[in-house]
């Protein structure tokens, strides 16, 4: 089937190897992640920084840069861009995706893998998740009418679990972490004939997330920031922001100078960071055993772990990890000094950076940029101090403030 974008073709991130972009692939023949490859020249031709100016502010604005052929109409729920928040008179700001459809980034990655699966003629998805992967699986699918299957660690918070449920999916809680989900979707893939989403084994989310980078790039009149700090999990934002950069750059649009890419995760869980610090160029074997409710980026080794690995690298970048004990203290601080409800993942960014000042990892006047991946909301608060109060007798007010 023909695809009528600015797409060469699909290339494997180990061998480079080309593939065809004339249908769906999962991972390479030595089970690489695909990246999708565009003739830049074409894109330079096709539109300007000028024109953006005249688009809706969501991310199909970059819709050059995406794989979805030029007539498609994309399964969208209106992405809209999202804020920078500048927390105090700091050079910190968080960028907030919470704000996005389904209340997380996730967002990004399914619209343009739901568009590319339906303009596939596909019906029927799975995806192993640690909730808001499914959650927007289970959203674009329904709007795209198709059947969806998703499979998530027995932890996961109640409210995601009904969330995906409501939009019509099925979903499934499985005794295991998200490896023994993806276990299950990929076994399930010839009897089902699904579609498998999982993170990196499908080459479109990286695309999706990639519209992270571009966004910040414009909005920072395209100079980018000089650290960015990342809640890594699967590592597709984290790619696909690095992949953002080198596509802009070889189009002209923005300068040789790059961010510090800083791939965050949680001391209960940080195979990244430990591969950091040991110099390797891969994760060697999971983590176990995994000790952290952070559940976004709770992945004990990421199938994109060289990719990821070789964005620190070129980008000078580190690994820095913080307790989930200091990511409830920092949800609790920036909810109440900033009136940001932070995910814990993106509070997890928050109190690494923290980490970092103190130690002198970082200069206090570094332009810096912290992604808060989600909305607060879909994660458990602590149960609220709230008194009562009995309408028909006498308020005592004095005793409202104590
Ligand atoms: C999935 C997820 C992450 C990790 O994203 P990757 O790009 O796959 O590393 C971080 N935070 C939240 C809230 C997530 O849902």
């Known amino acids: 089937m023909t695809v009528n974008s600015y797409v060469s073709h699909l290339e494997c991130s180990a061998t480079g190897e080309r593939y065809e972009h004339d249908r769906l692939h999962g991972l390479s023949r030595t089970g690489a992640p695909l990246l999708v490859r565009y003739d830049l020249p074409a894109i330079a031709a096709a539109v300007n920084k000028a024109d953006l100016a005249n688009r809706a502010p969501d991310m199909w604005r970059y819709r050059e840069f995406l794989p979805l052929p030029h007539e498609m109409t994309p399964v969208s729920l209106g992405e809209p861009i999202t804020p920078l928040i500048r927390l105090g008179d700091t050079q910190a700001y968080i960028k907030d995706e919470g704000r996005l459809p389904t209340g997380s980034f996730k967002a990004r990655g399914m619209a343009v893998a739901v568009s590319m699966a339906k303009h596939f003629g596909r019906t029927r998805l799975a995806a192993p998740t640690a909730g808001n992967a499914g959650a927007a699986a289970a959203a674009y699918g329904a709007l795209a009418g198709m059947e969806v299957f998703v499979f998530t660690p027995d932890d996961t918070p109640d409210v995601t679990l009904r969330e995906i449920a409501y939009h019509g999916a099925r979903v499934f809680r499985v005794n295991g972490l998200i490896n023994a989900c993806a276990g299950i979707v990929r076994g399930g893939t ?36 000089d650290v960015i700090y990342y809640p890594t999990g699967g590592g597709t934002g984290f790619i696909g922001m690095w992949k953002a950069f080198d596509e802009l750059k070889a189009i002209g649009w923005i300068d040789a100078k790059r961010p510090r890419m800083v791939a965050v995760q949680a001391t209960g869980c940080h195979p990244i960071v430990r591969a950091a610090d040991q110099g390797l160029d891969h994760v060697p074997e999971p983590w176990a055993p995994v000790e952290s409710q952070v559940h976004g980026i709770r992945v004990p080794k990421p199938l994109g772990d060289r990719l990821i690995m070789n964005v620190i690298r070129e980008s000078n970048g580190f690994g820095s990890i913080a307790s989930d004990e200091d990511a409830d203290k920092a949800r609790r601080d920036v909810i109440e000094s900033d009136g940001t409800h932070l995910s814990p993942e993106g509070a997890l960014c928050y109190a690494a ?45 004095d005793a409202l403030s104590s």
């Open 190 to 225: 010839d009897v089902m004939g699904w579609h498998d989403l999982s993170t990196l084994e499908e080459p479109y989310r990286i695309e999706g997330k990639k519209t992270m980078g571009l966004e910040l790039a414009e909005q920072l009149g395209w100079a980018l920031p």
């Open 353 to 397: 950076y923290q980490g970092d000042l103190a130690a002198g990892r970082v200069s206090p006047e570094a332009h810096v940029i912290l992604f808060n991946t989600a909305t607060g909301f879909k994660s458990p608060m602590p149960e609220a101090a709230c008194s009562t109060l009995d309408a028909n007798a006498p308020i005592n007010y």
